[in-house]
Nanobody, 115 residues
């Protein structure tokens, strides 16, 4: 099973940036399509961004397109999410998983956008 550790979250002002990391802690991530997902308080978990297993294609939820960038470094077995022009509505716990997601989720990393 794919196991990951997410990191890089924090408190940032509106308009700011953060870079999230998703590192493998078990089976390599390099053979899988991967994605970032988020869950805001009181809401369902939702898809944010995805990248194919060779990194040849990326795709985004409409709410983040043009502001977020997903990438991967298979040599480091890590997937990244660069988040720019952050908005208060981006506040959520962010998770990394295979895409489509498997049954096992990591702890996630909290992103809070607030002035």
């Amino acid at each position: 099973q794919v196991q990951v550790v997410e990191s890089g979250g924090g408190l940032v002002q509106p308009g700011g940036s953060l870079r999230l990391s998703c590192a493998a802690s078990g089976r390599t991530l390099s053979i899988y399509d991967m994605g970032w997902f988020r869950q805001a308080p009181g809401k369902e978990r939702e898809f944010v961004a995805g990248i194919t297993w060779r990194g040849t294609s990326t795709y985004y939820a409409g709410s983040v397109k043009g502001r977020f960038t997903i990438s991967r470094d298979d040599a480091k077995d890590t997937v990244y999410l660069q988040m720019d022009s952050l908005k208060p509505e981006d506040t959520a716990v962010y998770y990394c998983n295979k895409n489509p997601p498997g049954p096992h989720w990591g702890q996630g990393t909290q992103v809070t956008v607030s002035s």
